[in-house]
């Protein structure tokens, strides 16, 4: 059983980094509330970043305190969930970050530092053009770096058309009946600053092995949230949770656009409702697996803490599946 980083406060949603040879995550911060398990996902009610670091797997966790609050950011309401850094061309660091706003619309805001434990200081507002939550952040190996995101139900998603525009404020949680296609994640290109979009959002495909889109109603192999991207031997992987049937899964690709193609399972389900995670894939020789649970907390769905465990792959190259 893997024992959680740490200890002292509850974390979740973590995206870890190699930067300048220490690991760095950056989890969303679970904290005690009142409210009740609700679809919208009220009960998650965040409004700080910490960020942790080590200098090898296994080894002492440094918490570098709280990197960015809610009460800091002029257009956050509530909300503060999963977030995500890259490190820019700029040699500076820049902290992804979803958030209600004012209007209970969720949309995807950053932060800047000159460190990568922060603290950050904050855009006054949201990126332009965004929506949704869980953003990651992916530079490829040209420099071009792209953000990832998107989520169902309280991730408000089913909302959107495939460039953002606003479909149905007041759409189903998602679609619904035979043959109909799973919406998917959403990925643009950003600017050279790393502040803003530097493209229409797109939509990303996840396929079948024979190209077909998979179905909203394959719970088992659509796209919920916590999207990640990482790249192998000049493959695309495309990591993401399936939400309500408490899987990560995962695709491959050619291009960071897409689209996927469905390859497997990573981690079956852990305690507790969700799963979120990221992929460090390869630190000193390993690739390593960023996810959190419930344990903690005996199964307090809101109280997570983040784990990490090795993963392998195989001679195809795809993943090994986990098992809690």
């Given at each position: 059983m893997s024992a959680p980083l740490v200890t002292h406060i509850y974390t979740a949603d973590p995206s870890a980094h190699v930067f300048d040879g220490r690991v760095y995550v950056y989890p969303s911060h679970d904290r005690e509330t009142d409210i009740h398990f609700?679809?919208?996902?009220?009960?998650?009610?965040?409004?700080?970043?910490?960020?942790?670091s080590m200098d090898k797997i296994g080894g002492e966790v440094?918490?570098?305190?709280?990197?960015?609050?809610?009460?800091?950011?002029?257009?956050?309401?509530?909300q503060m969930w999963a977030p995500d850094a890259a490190k820019g061309a700029d040699g500076r660091y820049y902290l992804y970050f979803p958030a209600r706003a004012h209007d209970g619309v969720f949309r995807i805001g950053v932060a800047v530092s000159d460190k990568p434990e922060g603290p950050f200081a904050p855009q006054p507002e949201a990126i332009k053009g965004s929506f949704s939550i869980d953003p990651a952040s992916f530079v490829d190996e040209d420099g071009t770096a792209y953000l990832y995101f998107g989520g169902l139900w309280g991730g408000q998603l089913q909302r959107y058309n495939a460039d953002g525009t606003v479909s149905d404020p007041k759409a189903p949680e998602e679609p619904t009946g035979a043959g109909v296609r799973a919406l998917g994640p959403r990925v643009a290109r950003l600017r050279g600053d790393m502040l803003e979009f530097d493209e229409t959002v797109r939509e990303i495909l996840i396929v079948d092995d024979e190209g077909n889109p998979i179905l909203a109603d394959d719970h088992e192999r659509?796209?919920?949230?916590?999207?990640?991207?990482?790249?192998?031997?000049?493959?695309?992987?495309?990591?993401?949770?399936?939400?309500?049937?408490?899987l990560l899964?995962?695709?491959?690709?050619?291009?960071?656009?897409?689209?996927?193609?469905?390859?497997?399972?990573?981690?079956?389900?852990?305690?507790?409702?969700?799963?979120?995670?990221?992929?460090?894939?390869?630190?000193?020789?390993?690739?390593?697996?960023?996810?959190?649970?419930?344990?903690?907390?005996?199964?307090?769905?809101?109280?997570?803490?983040?784990?990490?465990r090795e993963i392998q792959y195989d001679a195809a190259g795809k993943i090994i599946k986990q098992t809690p």
């Amino acid at each position: 059983m893997s024992a959680p980083l740490v200890t002292h406060i509850y974390t979740a949603d973590p995206s870890a980094h190699v930067f300048d040879g220490r690991v760095y995550v950056y989890p969303s911060h679970d904290r005690e509330t009142d409210i009740h398990f609700n679809d919208n996902g009220d009960q998650y009610d965040m409004v700080d970043y910490h960020v942790l670091s080590m200098d090898k797997i296994g080894g002492e966790v440094t918490d570098h305190g709280v990197a960015l609050a809610a009460k800091d950011v002029p257009w956050v309401d509530k909300q503060m969930w999963a977030p995500d850094a890259a490190k820019g061309a700029d040699g500076r660091y820049y902290l992804y970050f979803p958030a209600r706003a004012h209007d209970g619309v969720f949309r995807i805001g950053v932060a800047v530092s000159d460190k990568p434990e922060g603290p950050f200081a904050p855009q006054p507002e949201a990126i332009k053009g965004s929506f949704s939550i869980d953003p990651a952040s992916f530079v490829d190996e040209d420099g071009t770096a792209y953000l990832y995101f998107g989520g169902l139900w309280g991730g408000q998603l089913q909302r959107y058309n495939a460039d953002g525009t606003v479909s149905d404020p007041k759409a189903p949680e998602e679609p619904t009946g035979a043959g109909v296609r799973a919406l998917g994640p959403r990925v643009a290109r950003l600017r050279g600053d790393m502040l803003e979009f530097d493209e229409t959002v797109r939509e990303i495909l996840i396929v079948d092995d024979e190209g077909n889109p998979i179905l909203a109603d394959d719970h088992e192999r659509r796209f919920f949230e916590a999207a990640w991207m990482h790249k192998r031997n000049g493959k695309y992987y495309f990591s993401y949770s399936t939400g309500d049937t408490h899987l990560l899964a995962y695709g491959i690709g050619t291009s960071p656009y897409g689209p996927f193609t469905y390859q497997g399972t990573i981690l079956e389900p852990v305690v507790g409702w969700t799963t979120h995670h990221s992929i460090v894939d390869d630190f000193e020789g390993k690739s390593y697996l960023f996810y959190h649970d419930c344990e903690l907390s005996k199964g307090v769905d809101h109280l997570r803490s983040v784990k990490c465990r090795e993963i392998q792959y195989d001679a195809a190259g795809k993943i090994i599946k986990q098992t809690p």
